[in-house]
């Protein structure tokens, strides 16, 4: 499968820029991609964290404002204990590896989400990563770790309120400057691989206006050439946010 992306880049620049700024991705199947390859469950999310690598460098070819990326819900803690421990040992490496990268083509990583469950060795690892970018400005990678979007929007009433002394007028700017992705446009895009055609608690103040796309693939599977395919597909649609 071909695609032109260099012409049509050039060709949609000026669009893109107002048009498509910040893509999401909910990214399902490691565990899944795991089972069929008869692979523990680890090895999947080795292979998530690899394509994600891919996907950030391709978002810079895009030239995409802001790429989020749901790495791990406020549910799923229900998962086994020795399976989340690993993950939060890969999530903690792949930072630490992904650093001078990001450093390098400018991406700027933040951390959305309640942080203050993770492990002192993932929160450093966090800080870490953060200060080193935080003057980069070519994409923020926007990570949503132990994240939930009902948790997130009570967190945020409870900061209005603690910041209002209890009388908040409650407009809509009001809460969204209260919410973790404060700083940043909504999402134009909502991806979501592995089949699965739900929103699963992420984003869901923001993505009110979102256009959505389902992918079969599970998220090992993923490759920039149906990433490309699919923000192309984007282009194509007419955008009127209800009006």
Not at 38 to 61: F, M, T
Not at 142 to 148: C, R, W
Request: aromatic letters at 10%; hydrophobic letters at 40%.
């Amino acid at each position: 499968m071909t695609f032109c992306i260099e012409s049509d880049r050039e060709r949609t620049a000026e669009d893109r820029k107002v048009t498509l700024r910040h893509v999401a991705i909910i990214m399902d199947g490691n565990r899944r991609w795991a089972r069929r390859n008869d692979l523990p469950l680890y090895c999947g999310h080795e292979k998530g964290a690899e394509v994600l690598r891919k996907i950030v460098s391709r978002a810079l070819d895009w030239k995409l404002e802001v790429l989020t990326v749901f790495a791990f819900s406020t549910e799923n803690w229900k998962r086994c204990a020795a399976e989340v421990e690993s993950l939060m040992v890969l999530i903690e490496f792949f930072l630490y590896d992904m650093k001078q990268e990001l450093v390098q083509n400018g991406v700027r990583l933040m951390v959305i989400g309640d942080k203050s469950k993770l492990n002192r060795g993932l929160q450093r690892a966090i800080d870490v990563c953060e200060e080193a970018t935080c003057h980069n400005n070519k994409l923020d990678l926007v990570v949503a770790l132990n994240y939930g979007g009902r948790d997130e929007m009570i967190r945020a009433m409870q900061k209005a309120f603690l910041e209002h002394g209890g009388k908040v007028d409650f407009t809509e700017d009001a809460f969204k400057k209260h919410l973790d992705t404060a700083r940043w446009p909504d999402p134009d895009l909502l991806i979501r691989t592995s089949g699965e055609k739900r929103i699963s608690n992420f984003l869901l103040w923001q993505i009110s206006y979102s256009e959505i796309a389902f992918c079969d693939r599970l998220w090992p599977d993923f490759s920039t050439e149906v990433f490309d395919e699919i923000l192309l597909d984007f282009q194509k649609r007419n955008r009127r946010s209800g009006g």
